[in-house]
């Protein structure tokens, strides 16, 4: 296969060729030439002209759910994958909560294998403890063996701290990353939503800030105790935020994520019980937005996933408290990061929080745009305007509270193999 | 004349000061009618109203009954203990199926808050919140406010401070929003743990000290200990509440004025308040529990002049 991109804007830091408008020609999956001017004719050459687009390694989020195997009515992994490739992504973490739960080699296998040859590259991310229940530890090293990048037990927080501390420890042995999800649950009681004025006026339970941070505070302690790397996933308030750049300062092997949907929605799109905006960890304040952004600016927060969580409608559509938590996000993930967030990050900014850092922190090869490197690209668009619709979704689930909401900028289209 | 704002009453969050004094104004005309030998008015005839109560409730399912019935609507109960509720049919199925009978109106009590608002975003009929969680129960704080009222002329500047568990009731929520949005001061006061971190952001006082509530306030609205909400245990003891909270004859005769008291009722006798304050002559629960009937008159009838309006 002969591919000739021309005049396309490379946006890749680690590349000689960043920021420069240039010619790119790929064979059969190697990017032969990079020039101001690739002349190439034949009529097996597929032309691409790329003006005004942009073209960077293939994006990476390192937090999505394809609920296979077990909850197949809500999403499958080739359906996901497909949804995961239209959305610009070449590469995604798959969290263990299916059922049964990523926790041992054979489910590790089974997702690997199954996507093998998509032009989406799956990351599992295998469970801590053995069906998540935050009891004995999975067999982490063999889960590793066979291609787990890192271990979490996904949103059910490990509620010990000697079984975390465990984890952390055992895990050194192969250079294992183990994932937090901050979150204390007796904090949180039978939380709702975020605890403020909003769940005030709604009667609503709140999920305390604090119900974060005091998990962020043991775990950053577990860590540097076990002289473990930790990395947090969907930090979502300002004082995490905070204690992350403290640790760092302090040189702890800490790294965190945050979900766009923390970085554009806050607790006043609840106002009236709308279970779509219904998340964990909750939507916060504008403040712990303002603070969110603040993090991904000087590098505080090394990521931002999407945490794709597809849900059938019954699970949404129904009296909140009994409403599941989460949105679909791939599809309107580069649109709202790159309409939202260019008040904070440059587009260049922009890709290192969702193609480069996911796979620094995960230890996994960075794509690079050079000559003789592998093809794995995300082609770009940065300023067309488009409205997401229902027609938009190519998810089996339509949960998403983004329906009318105004994009900008879309991916055009994945190389990867 | 002017109707009210909405076409649901969804909670006292979602109308405003008019809204609430036309109830008032139309309570006081009720109130008159079923003082009277004949008490029924046709003004509901040929109106289906459905009481759906997916939660257990005596004085609210039967004020909204008899206001009906006063009304001359045709009245539909049901109740979810027995229901298809229970073999699993969703809110909204259950819903439809009962208005495809021809229902014209909704009174709705539920478990969880903000079901009315959901359902009102799912069906077309006019929804009277009847208490939902522990979001809101818009008729008893107008019931409430009306008999302050009633007692103490106007409520505007007045004091009301509203006592007990305030984290699990949709009362002092109602009462609060209510009270507020006519021109009353409002205190909450309980244990800690029982009131909500942000309820000052609500424009209200806070306290954790009985008599200092009492000292201050005009009238007192002692709500009930919500047991039934408290998956955990937020004080070590009904006997220790009493200690801090429970309001006796002795205090209440401390005090160098005459406060009103209030209470919602079902009252636990000997807990939030004692049997001689309950049966005082300060205490205003029977007038509460008679204005709620016309209250929820008015109500009905005001939402059911918003029907032939959308014809």
Known sequence: MKLLIKNVKIVDPNSPHNKKKRD?????????????????????????????????????DMKVNFCDPGYEYKEDLQNGLKVAANSGFTGVGIMPSTNPSIHNKSSIEYLINSAKGHAVHVFPFGAISVKRESKELAEMYDMHSSGAVA?????????????????????????????????????????????????????LKGIPSLSEEVMIIRDLNLAEYADARIHFTCVSTAHSVELIRQAKAKGLKVTADV?????????????????????????????????????????????ICSDHTPENIENKQCEFEHAANGSIGLETFFGLANNFLSDTLSTEELIQKIAINPRKLLNLAIPQINEGERANLTLFDTESEWTFTEKDILSKSKNTPYINWKMKGKALRTFNN | MAGLSVKHLLGIKNINASDINLIFETAENFKEIINRPIKKVPSLRDITIAN???????????????????????????????????????????????????VDMLVMRHPNPGAAVFLSKHISVNIINAGDGTHEHPTQALLDAFTIKE??????????????????????????FCLKKIGAEVMVCGPTTLIPKYISSLGVEVSHN??????????ANMLRIQME???????????????????????????HKKILVLHPGPINRGVEITSDVADSSQSVILNQVENGVAIRMAVLYLLAGKIHNQD
């Open chain 2, 229 to 255: 909400r408290q998956d955990i245990k937020y004080f070590p003891s009904i006997r220790e509440y009493i200690m801090q909270f429970g309001l006796t004859k002795a205090i209440l005769d401390s005090l």
């Open chain 1, 151 to 203: 271990f979490t037990d996904d949103k059910n927080p490990i509620k010990e701290s000697g079984l975390m501390l465990r984890a952390l420890m055992y895990s050194k042995n192969f250079n294992g990353i183990v994932v937090s999800f901050p979150y204390d649950e007796s904090l949180a009681h039978n939380g709702q939503m975020h605890e403020g004025i909003m769940s005030t006026s709604l009667g």
């Open chain 2, 210 to 219: 009985l008599r200092e509530a009492l000292e201050w306030c005009d009238v």
């Open chain 2, 52 to 102: 759906l109560f997916f939660e257990n409730s005596t004085r609210t399912k039967l004020s909204f009954e008899l206001a009906e019935k006063r009304l001359s609507a045709d009245v539909l109960n049901f109740s979810a203990s027995g229901s298809s509720v229970s073999k699993g049919e969703t809110l909204v199925d259950t819903v439809n199926n009962i208005l495809s009978m021809k």
């Open chain 1, 24 to 60: 790119i020609f790929i064979k059969d999956g190697i990017i032969e030439k990079i020039n101001r001017a690739v002349r190439i004719i034949g009529k097996d050459v597929e032309m691409i002209d790329a003006k005004g687009q942009h073209i960077s390694p293939g994006w990476f």
């Open chain 2, 151 to 176: 007692k103490l002329g106007e409520l505007q500047g007045k004091k009301i401070a509203i006592i007990g568990d305030i984290m699990h009731s949709r009362v002092a929520l109602s009462n609060i």
């Open chain 1, 259 to 303: 979900c766009i949907n923390n970085l554009i929605l806050d607790d006043e799109y609840l106002h009236d019980f709308d279970s779509n905006f219904k998340f964990l960890p909750p939507l916060r304040s504008k403040d712990d937005i303002t603070a969110l952004k603040q993090g991904l600016k000087d590098g505080t927060i090394d990521v």
